[in-house]
Each structure stands twice: as structure tokens, then as C-alpha cells.
């Protein structure tokens, strides 16, 4: 059984940066989205960033400009690049995986932006 495994959360203070990534724990062929959602106390999950096969990003508009996703397809990994972090992005985070037939989630990773 594949699994994500996601690391590089913590605690940061307002303004400062994370790199969260995301590996599968084998090899995984057609992928055809990679993404990453956060899920805040008490809120539901919500979708921060995709990269697509092809390499094309979205982000949510809460993030744009701060969040940078990136990849290696060739090893299935996958990174958050998150910048001028608020006390508003704290969150748990979990990669997700997407195939045409099923789909795979990481384990989450807590993310906490205080002073």
C-alpha cells in the first residue's frame, strides 16, 4: 500500500516561512494532480494549491502570491513553499495525490503561525 508522508510543519512566528513536502513511499505512475489542502479547527478542508501533470499551478486566492507548489515528478515528490506566513494559514496540511481511478492522502502535517 503507497502512502504520503509529509514533513516540515511547525511553529513559526507571523512573516516567516515554511517548506512543507510530500513523498510516496513508492512509485506511483499517472498521476494527474498533486494538491495540497489545509484543514483549520472547527472549518472544513479547503484546497491551497494544485500542480497539475503538465506543471500548471493554481492557488487559492488566500495564499497567492505568499505560496509557491512545486514537484519532481520523476521520485513522486512534492513541496509547499509557504512565505509570509499568517496567524490565519495555521492549519493541519495534508498532500493528496490524484489518479484517474483512485486517489491518495498524506497523514497531515500541523502547521501553527504565532507569536
Known amino acids: 500500500q503507497v502512502q504520503l508522508v509529509e514533513s516540515g510543519g511547525g511553529l513559526v512566528q507571523p512573516g516567516g516561512s515554511l517548506r512543507l513536502s510530500c513523498a510516496a513511499s513508492a512509485s506511483i505512475s499517472s498521476i494527474v494532480f498533486m494538491r495540497w489542502y489545509r484543514q483549520a479547527p472547527g472549518k472544513q478542508r479547503d484546497l491551497v494549491a494544485t500542480i497539475s501533470a503538465s506543471g500548471n499551478t493554481n492557488y487559492a486566492d488566500s495564499v497567492k502570491g505568499r505560496f509557491t507548489i512545486s514537484r519532481n515528478a520523476a521520485n513522486n515528490t512534492m513541496w509547499l513553499q509557504m512565505n509570509s506566513l499568517k496567524p490565519e494559514d495555521t492549519a493541519v496540511y495534508y498532500c493528496?495525490?490524484?489518479?484517474?481511478?483512485?486517489?491518495?492522502w498524506g497523514q497531515g502535517t500541523q502547521v501553527t503561525v504565532s507569536s
Open positions: 493528496n495525490f490524484q489518479l484517474l481511478t483512485r486517489e491518495y
